[in-house]
Each structure stands twice: as C-alpha cells, then as structure tokens.
Nanobody
Framework: QVQIVESGGGLVRPGGSLRLSCAAS????????VGWSRQAPGKEREGVSC????????YYSDSVKGRFTIFRDEEKNTVYLQMNNLKPEDTAVYYC????????????????WGPGTQVTVSS
C-alpha cells in the first residue's frame, strides 16, 4: 500500500530544535519531489520547504531559510525537516506529501497532505 506518514512534532522552547520525519511505504521517494507545509491556528496553509527528486535541490520559504534544512535518507526511505532556532511563530501543524511543483507558493500534493504533526514553540 502506498503511504506517507509524518512524525516528530512536539513542544519546545524558543531557540530549540526538532526533526520531523516523512516516511514512505509501498514506494520509493527517490524520484519524487517532496514538500512540507504548515498551518497555524486561524491562518492559511503555507509552504515551508521542498526537495527535488531529480537532483536533490532544496528550497525554503523566506521565514525559515537559514534555520530549517530538508534532506533525504534513502536507506530509510524518509525525508526529514530539521528545524533549528525555533520561534513561537513556527507553531503550527506540519504536513508532508509528494508534490507537483518545486515552487513553494504553488506546490500541491499529488494525493493529499497527511494528518500532520503538531509543533508548538513556547516559553
């Protein structure tokens, strides 16, 4: 069965770090573009980051650039989002999916965003 599942969210203090996982089963992520999005309470969904399945190029929104890193572990068939120096405004539910574009503002999931994982940054 083709499936992709997010995990790794939690509660952290400002300046802390989390690593989110997007694990695939039933297919290989190697040749797919994979994206992360997030949605804060009462706000619109926004794209966060994506990684190319063709050449590994990475892309980030201006708000997370320099703090977040997206990367693959091909042996584990997983895409990660390493989040450092977290800020309260990063609080949101984070989602991943194989996506149709490397333009963060336009990317859409091929199937759907997953149920998501909650990230809360608070002192």
């Amino acid at each position: 069965q083709v499936q992709i599942v997010e995990s790794g969210g939690g509660l952290v203090r400002p300046g802390g770090s989390l690593r989110l996982s997007c694990a695939a089963s039933g297919f290989s992520l190697d040749y797919y573009d994979v994206g992360w999005s997030r949605q804060a309470p009462g706000k619109e969904r926004e794209g966060v980051s994506c990684i190319s399945g063709l050449n590994g190029s990475t892309y980030y929104s201006d708000s997370v650039k320099g703090r977040f890193t997206i990367f693959r572990d091909e042996e584990k068939n997983t895409v990660y989002l390493q989040m450092n120096n977290l800020k309260p405004e990063d609080t949101a539910v984070y989602y991943c999916a194989t996506v149709d574009s490397l333009d963060i503002a336009k990317m859409k999931p091929f199937r759907s965003w997953g149920p998501g994982t909650q990230v809360t940054v608070s002192s």
